[in-house]
């Protein structure tokens, strides 16, 4: 059941990797379809090391909705949707690192 708890992780990373792939940043793109392969080893360090990307990555996602929204204010268009949809892909990404505050995942990833 890990599987299940590890998923938002993983679709904040799959998400993380839709946006460098539009964006044109092959090198990221691999990184980030690479990095939850990471939460294969069973280490103590990997859960820090997660929660630690997932806020940059949720940083990136603020940058990306202020500018998008920038852009569409000196365009005249509504950008209301866009905030919302892009801030709660934000929050989304920020807080997935939360779920290694699970006991049955802080087991998996002990101090060895």
Do not use: D, K
Request: hydrophobic share 60%; aromatic share 10%.
């Amino acid at each position: 059941m890990n599987v299940v708890r590890l998923l938002p992780v993983v679709v904040s990373f799959v998400l993380l990797a839709a946006h460098f792939s539009r964006n044109g940043i092959a090198a990221l793109v691999v990184v980030s379809l690479a990095f939850p392969f990471l939460l294969l080893v069973r280490r103590s360090w990997v859960p820090r090391l997660f929660q630690v990307v997932l806020v940059l990555a949720g940083a990136e996602w603020i940058r990306t909705t202020l500018m998008y929204v920038s852009r569409r204010q000196a365009a005249a268009e509504s950008w209301t949707r866009l905030a919302v949809i892009l801030g709660a892909v934000a929050l989304f990404t920020a807080c997935s690192g939360l779920v290694f505050r699970n006991p049955r995942l802080r087991r998996r990833y002990v101090p060895e």
